[in-house]
């Protein structure tokens, strides 16, 4: 129990500290006008309030990963609260606040627009090809997910097809209408139902005195499960996720303020650390240890778990309500991966979005996917998601590490994270069965002189830009703001 609440109480001093130092380092300007003034349009652009975005940007990052993820890495034990409190501050809420701190300062520019400016053009098609990739696999997996834990809950009384149906009509709705229509309106509702229904199983946790393993010597590395690097690919939304730096422009589009920001960004990741920590201990505790989590797991996935954790805590009618708000996650980031997938692609051929016309055939073919990727093994699009989602935050940690390079500011915030993640996401790529399945020693020398060769051509492009001075943002010095 200890480790679990010392693990929280780390997350809300993180915030307060170290998410102060780095905006602190990143030199808040809120005097400068923000995208949702000057490039607004009424429909990806618009000022909206504070808790307003910030119940949507939790929404929109904080899909199953932080519940799903979390509980399969509860395999690994205690030392998974270690990865999701370091992780989480030190990696992934810098990761998100950068990513839209950076976005902001340009025009609300998605991560292969940023990644073209700062790491070269020819970085634009290979970033925006993972993009829409990763932003399609995320779609199918978040349309998959709620439709078998709704399927569960009604008794199988609806058809799952049906269910399918129901969720793709309302991602087409929320990928075309203005953002403040169904997103703006409904994720308050939505982020009240996950807030309440994440709270009651945390409470329940400490009130119950539940067995909460405690972080030892003798549990640091199970027997049954290698650490390094597989730890880092199962708990990822909670600790790292590249998936935030599709999500952030998003918001950085209807940021009012950049003194908003840290609340924003940093601060949403850290709401997201916490609900990965809750979940993760009550996978451990309640579910009589490691054989009992695996037969669980292995019999209906992380999906059953929740179901199992929720009416254990919470009895039949709190349960229900628990797993509605775990529902709720995967439905409000599936959304907003198609709409960022359409916003990418409108970037990438320079089509104004302000009709719907222009919206609809981005739209329709990327859902016309996602239906043909629904056929495929939830594992197997799981994997490849994993690795897609790491990778994308390594380019997007690189990004702010070369704007803070070129300012002249402290870059190491950003580079350290992103190059011990570069060296797992090589290592991880060499070894896996979904990758060249070399053996892990070989990986391992592969991830680390693969990772010292990236860098060493970072810091060759980084003096480069800084001495032909690379503009960091751009000029809203004759800014009007758009009726």
Not at 68 to 97: E, K, R
Not at 318 to 345: K, N, Y
Not at 470 to 478: A, M, T
Request: glycine content about 10%.
């Amino acid at each position: 129990m200890y480790t679990f609440l010392i693990g929280i109480v780390l997350l809300i001093i993180g915030y307060f500290t170290y998410g102060r130092f780095v905006e602190r380092i990143f030199g808040v300007r809120d005097e400068r006008p923000t995208p949702a003034h000057v490039n607004k349009d009424n429909v990806d652009y618009l000022p909206m309030s504070t808790p307003r975005n910030s119940l949507i940007q939790l929404l929109n990052i904080a899909g199953t990963g932080p519940i799903f993820g979390p509980i399969m890495g509860a395999l690994y034990g205690p030392v998974a609260f270690i990865w999701i409190v370091v992780g989480c501050i030190f990696a992934g809420a810098v990761h998100d606040y950068l990513t839209g701190m950076i976005s902001i300062r340009n025009k609300g520019a998605h991560l292969p627009e940023l990644a073209s400016k700062f790491l070269g053009k020819a970085m634009r098609h290979v970033v925006n090809a993972f993009a829409i990739l990763l932003l399609l696999l995320v779609g199918t997996v978040f349309v998959a997910t709620p439709a078998d834990l709704l399927y569960v809950l009604i008794d199988g009384r609806i058809a799952v097809g049906v269910i399918i149906a129901l969720i793709f009509i309302y991602y087409t709705l929320a990928t075309l209408l203005p953002v403040d229509k169904i997103i703006g309106r409904l994720y308050p509702y939505f982020g009240a139902l996950l807030i309440v229904s994440t709270l009651g199983v945390g409470i329940g946790l400490v009130v119950t005195g539940s067995p909460i393993p405690e972080l030892s010597l003798t549990n640091f590395h199970p027997d049954h499960a290698p650490i390094l690097p597989l730890i880092f690919f199962t708990i990822t939304c909670g600790a790292l996720s590249g998936f935030h730096a599709t999500q952030t422009p998003i918001i950085s589009r209807t940021t009012q303020r950049e003194k908003q920001g840290r609340k924003i960004f940093y601060g949403m990741m850290i709401a997201e650390g916490i609900i990965a920590m809750i979940w993760a201990a009550a996978a451990m505790s309640l579910l009589d240890g490691y054989s009992g989590l695996n037969e669980l797991l292995a019999a209906g996935g992380p999906g059953a778990v929740v179901s199992e954790v929720s009416i254990l805590m919470l009895g039949a009618i709190g349960g229900t309500i628990a797993v509605l708000g775990v529902v709720v996650l995967p439905i409000t980031s599936g959304d907003t991966a198609f709409r960022s997938a359409r916003m990418i692609i409108a970037e990438y051929f320079q089509i104004a979005q302000k009709k719907l016309s222009s919206r609809l055939w981005i739209a329709l073919p990327l859902f016309a996917v996602s239906v043909v990727l629904t056929q495929i093994d939830f594992n197997l699009l799981w994997r490849y998601f994993s690795w897609a989602n790491q990778a994308t935050a390594v380019i997007a940690l690189f990004v702010g590490a070369m704007y803070l390079y070129i300012a002249r500011k402290n870059y190491w915030i950003s580079l350290i994270p992103g190059t011990f993640m570069l060296v797992m996401v090589l290592t991880y790529i060499l070894n896996a069965e979904i990758g060249f399945r070399m053996p892990m020693s070989a990986s391992w020398w592969g991830g680390v002189i693969g990772t010292i060769i990236l860098v060493a051509l970072f810091f060759h492009a980084a003096k480069k830009a800084r001495a032909n001075n690379l503009p960091l943002e751009e000029d809203v010095s004759n800014w009007k703001e758009s009726a």
